[in-house]
Protein backbone atom coordinates (compact mmCIF):
# COMPACT_ATOMS: atom_id res chain seq x y z
CA UNK A 1 0.00 0.00 0.00
CA UNK A 2 3.14 2.39 0.64
CA UNK A 3 6.15 2.09 2.70
CA UNK A 4 7.61 3.08 5.21
CA UNK A 5 11.54 4.92 5.08
CA UNK A 6 13.87 5.55 7.93
CA UNK A 7 11.00 5.47 10.16
CA UNK A 8 8.94 8.08 7.87
CA UNK A 9 5.52 7.06 5.69
CA UNK A 10 6.36 7.63 2.31
CA UNK A 11 3.25 8.52 0.25
CA UNK A 12 3.34 6.07 -2.58
CA UNK A 13 0.23 3.72 -2.86
CA UNK A 14 0.94 0.17 -4.62
CA UNK A 15 -2.43 -0.89 -5.12
CA UNK A 16 -3.00 -4.60 -5.96
CA UNK A 17 -6.20 -5.89 -7.44
CA UNK A 18 -6.79 -9.92 -7.89
CA UNK A 19 -8.00 -8.89 -11.53
CA UNK A 20 -7.84 -5.91 -13.77
CA UNK A 21 -10.34 -2.90 -13.02
CA UNK A 22 -13.43 -1.93 -15.04
CA UNK A 23 -14.49 1.30 -16.02
CA UNK A 24 -17.03 1.99 -13.27
CA UNK A 25 -14.52 0.73 -10.51
CA UNK A 26 -12.06 3.49 -11.66
CA UNK A 27 -13.98 6.09 -10.69
CA UNK A 28 -14.37 4.67 -6.94
CA UNK A 29 -10.37 4.18 -7.18
CA UNK A 30 -10.09 7.96 -8.13
CA UNK A 31 -12.37 8.98 -5.55
CA UNK A 32 -11.07 6.54 -3.06
CA UNK A 33 -7.36 8.41 -3.98
CA UNK A 34 -8.45 11.49 -3.70
CA UNK A 35 -9.90 10.82 -0.07
CA UNK A 36 -6.93 9.35 1.19
CA UNK A 37 -4.56 11.09 -0.38
CA UNK A 38 -3.49 13.34 2.81
CA UNK A 39 -3.78 10.80 4.74
CA UNK A 40 -0.17 10.43 6.33
CA UNK A 41 0.45 7.35 8.52
CA UNK A 42 2.35 7.84 12.04
CA UNK A 43 4.38 5.01 13.33
CA UNK A 44 3.24 3.40 16.60
CA UNK A 45 0.25 5.01 16.73
CA UNK A 46 -2.78 2.65 17.05
CA UNK A 47 -5.36 2.88 14.37
CA UNK A 48 -9.49 2.85 14.95
CA UNK A 49 -12.83 4.12 14.15
CA UNK A 50 -13.57 7.93 15.00
CA UNK A 51 -16.48 9.63 13.59
CA UNK A 52 -15.53 12.85 11.56
CA UNK A 53 -18.96 14.61 12.25
CA UNK A 54 -18.24 14.78 15.93
CA UNK A 55 -15.23 16.92 17.95
CA UNK A 56 -14.55 13.54 20.47
CA UNK A 57 -14.73 11.06 17.49
CA UNK A 58 -18.19 9.24 18.54
CA UNK A 59 -21.55 8.79 16.72
CA UNK A 60 -24.53 10.91 18.13
CA UNK A 61 -28.09 11.60 15.81
CA UNK A 62 -27.63 14.99 16.01
CA UNK A 63 -23.97 15.13 14.60
CA UNK A 64 -25.36 13.21 11.49
CA UNK A 65 -28.05 15.90 11.19
CA UNK A 66 -26.16 18.53 11.02
CA UNK A 67 -23.14 16.92 8.63
CA UNK A 68 -26.27 15.61 5.96
CA UNK A 69 -27.92 19.17 5.98
CA UNK A 70 -23.78 20.86 5.03
CA UNK A 71 -23.68 18.42 2.65
CA UNK A 72 -26.94 19.31 1.22
CA UNK A 73 -26.33 22.29 1.44
CA UNK A 74 -22.85 23.18 0.01
CA UNK A 75 -24.34 20.38 -3.21
CA UNK A 76 -26.53 23.10 -3.98
CA UNK A 77 -24.40 25.62 -3.25
CA UNK A 78 -21.63 24.76 -5.76
CA UNK A 79 -24.46 23.56 -8.39
CA UNK A 80 -25.42 27.07 -8.47
CA UNK A 81 -22.31 28.45 -9.33
CA UNK A 82 -20.60 25.64 -11.29
CA UNK A 83 -19.41 26.83 -14.56
CA UNK A 84 -20.22 23.84 -16.84
CA UNK A 85 -23.68 22.80 -14.98
CA UNK A 86 -25.55 23.69 -18.47
CA UNK A 87 -24.29 19.69 -19.32
CA UNK A 88 -26.39 18.20 -16.53
CA UNK A 89 -29.23 19.46 -18.65
CA UNK A 90 -28.45 17.09 -21.91
CA UNK A 91 -30.28 15.02 -23.54
CA UNK A 92 -28.11 12.36 -22.39
CA UNK A 93 -28.06 9.16 -19.24
CA UNK A 94 -26.47 10.49 -16.29
CA UNK A 95 -23.41 7.93 -16.69
CA UNK A 96 -22.50 9.29 -19.88
CA UNK A 97 -22.73 13.51 -18.08
CA UNK A 98 -20.71 12.29 -15.70
CA UNK A 99 -18.19 10.66 -17.52
CA UNK A 100 -18.16 14.19 -20.18
CA UNK A 101 -17.91 16.31 -16.82
CA UNK A 102 -14.91 14.54 -15.35
CA UNK A 103 -13.19 15.16 -18.58
CA UNK A 104 -13.96 18.91 -18.73
CA UNK A 105 -12.63 18.55 -15.25
CA UNK A 106 -9.29 16.91 -16.01
CA UNK A 107 -10.38 13.99 -13.84
CA UNK A 108 -11.37 10.82 -15.83
CA UNK A 109 -8.76 8.04 -14.67
CA UNK A 110 -6.55 8.18 -17.49
CA UNK A 111 -2.62 6.92 -16.78
CA UNK A 112 -1.06 10.50 -16.96
CA UNK A 113 -3.95 11.00 -14.11
CA UNK A 114 -3.47 7.79 -11.91
CA UNK A 115 1.01 8.47 -12.07
CA UNK A 116 -0.07 12.21 -10.15
CA UNK A 117 -2.03 10.31 -7.94
CA UNK A 118 1.09 7.93 -7.22
CA UNK A 119 -0.72 4.85 -8.25
CA UNK A 120 2.23 2.82 -10.28
CA UNK A 121 1.48 2.05 -13.83
CA UNK A 122 3.66 -0.19 -16.26
CA UNK A 123 5.44 1.98 -18.65
CA UNK A 124 3.70 -0.66 -21.17
CA UNK A 125 0.46 0.42 -19.95
CA UNK A 126 1.20 3.97 -20.60
CA UNK A 127 0.40 4.43 -24.22
CA UNK A 128 -2.89 5.32 -25.99
CA UNK A 129 -4.83 2.31 -26.72
CA UNK A 130 -6.31 3.51 -29.65
CA UNK A 131 -3.19 4.93 -31.45
CA UNK A 132 -0.41 2.92 -29.32
CA UNK A 133 2.14 5.81 -30.29
CA UNK A 134 1.49 8.52 -27.57
CA UNK A 135 1.38 8.25 -23.94
CA UNK A 136 -2.16 8.65 -22.42
CA UNK A 137 -3.67 11.94 -21.45
CA UNK A 138 -7.20 13.34 -21.49
CA UNK A 139 -6.28 15.96 -24.14
CA UNK A 140 -4.48 13.28 -25.89
CA UNK A 141 -6.90 10.44 -25.87
CA UNK A 142 -10.05 12.26 -26.24
CA UNK A 143 -9.10 15.60 -28.61
CA UNK A 144 -5.37 14.71 -29.87
CA UNK A 145 -4.89 11.31 -31.35
CA UNK A 146 -5.25 10.89 -35.08
CA UNK A 147 -7.90 8.18 -34.77
CA UNK A 148 -10.21 10.16 -32.38
CA UNK A 149 -10.06 13.12 -34.51
CA UNK A 150 -11.35 10.78 -36.82
CA UNK A 151 -13.83 9.65 -35.21
CA UNK A 152 -15.06 13.57 -34.22
CA UNK A 153 -14.30 14.47 -38.07
CA UNK A 154 -16.80 11.72 -39.16
CA UNK A 155 -19.30 12.48 -36.77
CA UNK A 156 -18.97 16.81 -37.53
CA UNK A 157 -19.56 15.91 -41.20
CA UNK A 158 -23.25 13.26 -39.81
CA UNK A 159 -24.33 16.58 -38.14
CA UNK A 160 -23.26 18.33 -41.70
CA UNK A 161 -21.03 20.68 -40.13
CA UNK A 162 -17.55 21.85 -40.37
CA UNK A 163 -14.50 21.18 -37.84
CA UNK A 164 -14.23 21.91 -34.38
CA UNK A 165 -10.74 21.00 -33.72
CA UNK A 166 -9.45 22.20 -30.32
CA UNK A 167 -7.01 20.39 -28.04
CA UNK A 168 -8.48 20.91 -24.49
CA UNK A 169 -12.26 19.82 -23.52
CA UNK A 170 -13.70 23.12 -23.02
CA UNK A 171 -12.77 24.75 -26.00
CA UNK A 172 -13.65 22.02 -28.04
CA UNK A 173 -16.81 21.46 -26.23
CA UNK A 174 -17.93 25.36 -26.23
CA UNK A 175 -16.66 25.07 -30.40
CA UNK A 176 -19.25 21.85 -31.01
CA UNK A 177 -22.11 23.23 -29.46
CA UNK A 178 -21.67 26.51 -31.14
CA UNK A 179 -21.74 24.74 -34.55
CA UNK A 180 -24.86 25.14 -35.54
CA UNK A 181 -27.51 27.99 -34.23
CA UNK A 182 -29.66 27.80 -30.73
CA UNK A 183 -31.96 25.51 -31.22
CA UNK A 184 -29.27 22.84 -32.10
CA UNK A 185 -26.57 23.38 -29.05
CA UNK A 186 -28.79 20.92 -27.12
CA UNK A 187 -28.71 18.38 -29.89
CA UNK A 188 -24.89 19.59 -30.21
CA UNK A 189 -24.59 19.23 -26.66
CA UNK A 190 -25.69 15.79 -26.45
CA UNK A 191 -23.75 14.90 -29.72
CA UNK A 192 -20.22 15.65 -27.69
CA UNK A 193 -21.05 13.90 -24.43
CA UNK A 194 -22.30 10.66 -26.54
CA UNK A 195 -18.95 10.62 -28.19
CA UNK A 196 -16.88 11.33 -25.06
CA UNK A 197 -18.93 8.59 -23.35
CA UNK A 198 -18.57 6.05 -26.23
CA UNK A 199 -14.49 6.44 -26.95
CA UNK A 200 -14.02 6.25 -22.84
CA UNK A 201 -16.21 2.93 -23.02
CA UNK A 202 -14.24 2.10 -26.10
CA UNK A 203 -10.72 2.49 -24.64
CA UNK A 204 -11.38 0.60 -21.00
CA UNK A 205 -12.58 -1.81 -23.60
CA UNK A 206 -9.74 -1.75 -25.32
CA UNK A 207 -7.62 -1.94 -22.06
CA UNK A 208 -9.20 -4.37 -19.42
CA UNK A 209 -11.19 -6.43 -22.05
CA UNK A 210 -8.97 -7.25 -24.80
CA UNK A 211 -11.06 -5.44 -27.35
CA UNK A 212 -9.95 -4.41 -30.73
CA UNK A 213 -10.42 -1.00 -31.76
CA UNK A 214 -12.46 -0.24 -34.93
CA UNK A 215 -13.34 3.50 -36.07
CA UNK A 216 -16.27 1.94 -37.95
CA UNK A 217 -18.02 0.26 -34.99
CA UNK A 218 -17.01 3.15 -32.69
CA UNK A 219 -19.24 5.72 -35.14
CA UNK A 220 -22.10 3.56 -35.65
CA UNK A 221 -22.38 2.80 -31.42
CA UNK A 222 -22.31 6.81 -31.39
CA UNK A 223 -25.29 6.85 -33.60
CA UNK A 224 -27.33 4.15 -32.61
CA UNK A 225 -26.54 5.33 -29.23
CA UNK A 226 -27.89 9.03 -29.57
CA UNK A 227 -30.71 7.77 -31.71
CA UNK A 228 -31.77 5.92 -28.40
CA UNK A 229 -31.81 8.85 -27.07
CA UNK A 230 -33.01 10.42 -29.27
CA UNK A 231 -36.29 8.45 -28.44
CA UNK A 232 -35.50 7.99 -24.36
CA UNK A 233 -35.51 12.25 -24.05
CA UNK A 234 -37.90 13.21 -26.24
CA UNK A 235 -35.59 15.58 -28.17
CA UNK A 236 -37.77 15.40 -31.16
CA UNK A 237 -41.44 14.28 -31.70
CA UNK A 238 -40.77 14.39 -35.37
CA UNK A 239 -40.70 10.61 -37.11
CA UNK A 240 -37.19 10.14 -38.64
CA UNK A 241 -36.16 6.87 -40.87
CA UNK A 242 -33.82 5.43 -38.58
CA UNK A 243 -31.92 4.50 -41.95
CA UNK A 244 -31.64 7.87 -42.65
CA UNK A 245 -30.25 8.80 -39.65
CA UNK A 246 -27.30 6.77 -39.27
CA UNK A 247 -26.55 8.07 -42.79
CA UNK A 248 -27.17 11.99 -42.09
CA UNK A 249 -28.40 14.26 -39.73
CA UNK A 250 -28.67 17.42 -41.67
CA UNK A 251 -29.35 20.56 -38.91
CA UNK A 252 -29.31 23.06 -41.09
CA UNK A 253 -32.12 20.91 -43.28
ZN1 LIG B 1 -3.56 7.98 -29.52
Not at 9 to 28: P, T, V
Request: hydrophobic content about 40%.
Amino acid sequence: MGEWIEGEWKWKWKLLWIRELMGRELDQLEDLLSKIQNCCLVAGVKDGWRWKASPNGLYSVNSAYKMMSCVACSLSASRQVEEWSFIWKAPATYKAITTAWKVLKGRVPTCDNLRKRQVIIQDSEELCVFCKGADETIDHLFFECQETEEIWSHILRWVGKQSARHHKAKDHLLAFVNLGNKKDASFLLGVWICTIWCLWKGRNECKFNQGTWSKERMTAEIKIRLWGWRTAFKVSSSPLDFRRWIVAVNLDG
